[in-house]
């Protein structure tokens, strides 16, 4: 028997507007204007939550965060591209998405001062999980939702933001090979931003892409320029439509680039250069598609002015709001563990109260 190929496989790159904002007319999605002028709202409007979080952090009124400066359009396009029976399943540096479904800056403001109000506002019917640390576990959460939601009959599907890091750990595997034995209607979006803390991309894994990790699982997969709106819409709203339709799960590979630091704990100049930033910088997402809306007659300079002023009040309403609040409940980490509340973690409930009153007692 001679040799045979017996599968053959292709991978396709997605950009309808590219970095110098020529667009792709044929590949163009017909949004409406509405739709357009709310991406770019929920974009600025995550730029400046970003600015003034960062400069509230350098005087020591929040806490450590991690910037989404740069990765706007993947957050973003995504959440206005769901339903809301679908639910957002995130990491920590999906701002723009979580603002889009409802969350306000006020509460991220409180979970980055550490209160844990902030992180498990929403009602359970908002269909978003609260932020997710642990590096990628939240795919298994993701396929776990997705399959239950399957066998109940339940008509959405689950969005699963992960960065490229994650990609690297075992629980990601895990869950792309889950979502495609059980069919589970979910989207894995990678944002690829190079960087895991300080290791680049090409440290941390040899493949040429990541979006090809989904072969491996059989399922569809695509690589998208994450900075391109109009690019993230299409292919975020071909995987909603096949998981709508039962046809199971979807990787995007979204590539972007973390043009702040990790988090606030970290200075990006002692592992990557200026001009590899400044690059970046050219090609980021808000000013392009602001160059796109312009185009179309939608932008100047006059709504530009309007929208800042405007942002500006909401952020300063919410500030105010977070720094007038007195009324911390220090053990509200122990009311979002279980529905339910096990004997061990009373005890331990009551243990750390004890501890936090000795302390008092002595201070
Ligand atoms: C399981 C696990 N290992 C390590 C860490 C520490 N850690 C936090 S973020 C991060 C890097 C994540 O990189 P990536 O997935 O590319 O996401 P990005 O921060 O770039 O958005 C690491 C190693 C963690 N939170 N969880
Ligand atoms: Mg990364």
Redesign the pocket.
Known sequence: MPRETIAEFGLEHLQILDDTGKLDAKLEPKLDDAHLLEIYRYMMLARESDKRMLNLQRQGRIGTF?PSTG?EAIAVTTALAMNDEDWLVG???ELGARLVRGETLLGNLLLYNGCEEGNAVLPAEKRVLPIN?????QNLQAVGLGYAMKHQGDKGAVVSF??????S?G?FHEALNFASVWRAPVIFIS???Q???S?PREKQMHSQTIAQKGIAYDMPCIQVDGNDVLAMHVAVTEALDRAHAGEGPTLIEAVTY?LMM?TTADDPRKYRSEEEENEWWEKEPIKRFRGYLEKKGLWDDKREEALLAELKAQIDTDVKEFESRTDFKVDAPFDYVYAEEPAEIAQQRTEFLESIGKEANHG
């Open positions: 991690g990765q990491a920590f540096r640390i642990i590096v990628a576990s992960m960065g490229d890091g994650a990609t750990e629980d944002q690829n931003n960087w895991a803390i290791v973390r990790h």
